[in-house]
């Protein structure tokens, strides 16, 4: 077993070759990457016995609104969890922790650190750790009745921008401070990043339509206008009715300011002016 701090400068992508075809992509990410050269395997023990209750997967990009919709679905008292337990810092780090070995110690680990009675668990994850799991074998042998969630923005270029803005401050929720540095509008970061949250968007899209499934959509301008009823429909189609939102809960805030208007209006103007040139 790999000690952590060696483990981060190290890997390259590889292929995989006799497994399910869950992308056409069909490379490693970095985090499957990290975490199969720490635990020599992340394949799932045959034995093992699968988890005897749901599981909610929110798959989601950087900025897309999913911290809020992960605080409304907690303040509920009907869903728990909702953190990023699949980034590969944060399962090295547990990892070290509590010697796990295995991943599947891990993952037993943070799924019973969640287990309140009567909760839906909920998983945050990028498309290319959900698509870990499918490798593993962590869904379906382990993770079985999945209820899926996407969230994302209507809105890319905002989204990139706010990217971009949290990127530099280092402030990716309204209750952490900002890093004390200036941040600046750079044309060419938020062209790279709406590239990137849209390659995302067709990887996700990619993923869900090759394993059929049709998850419940959440669009961020739209859950925002209302998020209590969103929830209430969202929970719904998991059997889950008659919600109270504990207003204690609910500290998240929108972080949209002055910068965000002026950078939309600097890239729009810089990118005419690239077109024409």
Not at 5 to 28: D, M, Y
Not at 73 to 88: D, I, P, Q
Not at 215 to 244: C, N, W
Request: hydrophobic fraction near 40%; charge should be neutral; charged fraction near 25%.
């Amino acid at each position: 077993m790999l000690g952590v701090k060696g483990l981060l400068s190290r890997l390259r992508p590889n292929n995989i070759e006799g497994q399910p075809v869950i992308t056409a992509a069909g490379e490693k990410s970095l985090h499957e990457e990290k975490l199969e050269h720490y635990f020599s395997t992340l394949q799932m023990p045959a034995d093992l016995a699968g988890l005897d209750r749901p599981v909610c997967i929110m798959v989601f990009t950087n900025r897309s609104g999913s911290n809020v919709l992960a605080e409304y679905l907690r303040a509920s008292h009907r869903f728990t969890g909702f953190v990023e337990s699949l980034n590969f810092r944060r399962v090295l780090k547990y990892a070290e922790q509590y010697q796990f070995s295995e991943f599947h110690e891990y993952l037993q680990w943070q799924v019973s650190g969640l287990a309140a009675e009567g909760k839906i668990i909920g998983i945050k994850a990028s498309v290319e750790q959900a698509i870990m799991l499918y490798r593993c074998g962590a869904i379906p042998h382990y993770f079985s009745n999945i209820h899926w969630l996407m969230v994302q923005r209507n809105d890319v270029l905002s989204q990139a921008i706010s990217f971009s803005i949290a990127a530099q401050s280092k402030q990716w929720t309204s209750d952490q401070a900002a890093a004390p540095r200036e941040v600046i509008y750079n044309f060419d970061d938020i062209t790279g990043r709406v590239k990137q949250l849209s390659a995302a968007y067709s990887r996700m899209n990619e993923f869900f339509a090759l394993n059929d499934i049709r998850p419940q959509r959440v669009i961020y301008e739209d859950f925002i206008s209302d998020p209590k009823q969103h929830v209430r429909q969202i929970a719904a189609t998991m059997g889950l009715t008659d919600l109270e939102f504990d207003e204690a809960l609910l500290k998240l805030s929108a972080q949209r300011d002055a910068r965000n208007g002026d950078f939309r209006e600097r890239f729009i103007e810089d990118y005419g002016r690239s077109r024409q040139a």
